[in-house]
């Protein structure tokens, strides 16, 4: 979860005010919810939905096979046929 102490937390309405140990958002007059503060942001951009980090979360990747990334072959007619002389493009 992110927190507004963190260095790179940013209030878009410049609520926020930082009180001994937490931080107070003046435009609600509670402590900081970054989870629920629609106002919330980062500035490396890693600010997720609900409140989490982007820093500590990895990303998941898939592997491809080559059939998948090629996809359906496309059929020419007309102009594009004359142009590139083949009936089926991958």
Do not use: H
């Amino acid at each position: 979860m992110c927190s507004p102490t963190c260095e790179l937390f940013k209030c878009g309405k410049n609520a926020a005010v930082y009180r001994r140990n937490e931080v107070w958002c003046r435009w609600t007059e509670d402590i900081c919810n970054v989870a629920n503060c629609s106002y919330a942001l980062c500035t490396k951009r890693r600010l997720l939905p609900r409140g989490i980090c982007g820093e500590t979360v990895k990303r998941k990747t898939t592997e491809r096979q080559p059939e998948e990334v090629v996809g359906p072959a496309i059929k020419l007619r007309g102009r594009a046929l004359r142009k590139i002389g083949e009936k089926e493009l991958f």
